[in-house]
């Protein structure tokens, strides 16, 4: 496998740490709950450990707006799905705009 293919499979696994990362944080209720804590500091370590080793092959600007955008996205998502946040024509928006700039940087090239 190329290590261009390594790099997306290593920031893919880092969006999916992030957005755990996340979700225990919000079920951690201020470090009330110790155990969804600890998940919380376990997923962020992995997230950016290997948000770093991506960075090996990716291009700074793509490697980051990928991580953030598609996790931003992906929480957006899940929180009004699992934690019943509103769904308004004006979330909605923000989040369709964030993939499209995630998709924009995509587009504008990987050089190496």
């Known amino acids: 496998m190329s290590p261009v293919a390594v790099a997306w499979l290593q920031l ?10 996340t979700y225990a944080m919000k079920r951690a209720e201020g470090f009330a709950k110790p155990g ?3 998940a919380m500091l376990v997923a962020y370590v992995a997230c950016f450990a290997l948000v770093t080793l991506s960075l090996r ?6 490697a980051y707006a990928v991580w953030a955008g ?14 019943g946040e509103p769904v308004t024509p004006l979330k909605v928006t923000g989040l369709v705009l964030v993939v499209a700039g995630v998709v ?7 050089t190496r």
């Not at 924009?104 to 990987?110: D, K, P, Q, S, T």
Request: proline share 2%.
């Open 70 to 83: 598609v996790g931003t996205a992906v929480i957006g998502v899940l929180g009004m799905w699992l934690f």
């Open 12 to 21: 893919a696994a880092a969006v999916a740490f992030e957005v755990a990362g």
């Open 104 to 110: 924009a940087l995509n587009l504008g090239g990987v």
């Open 36 to 38: 969804w804590a600890v």
């Open 57 to 62: 092959a990716l291009p700074l600007s793509v």
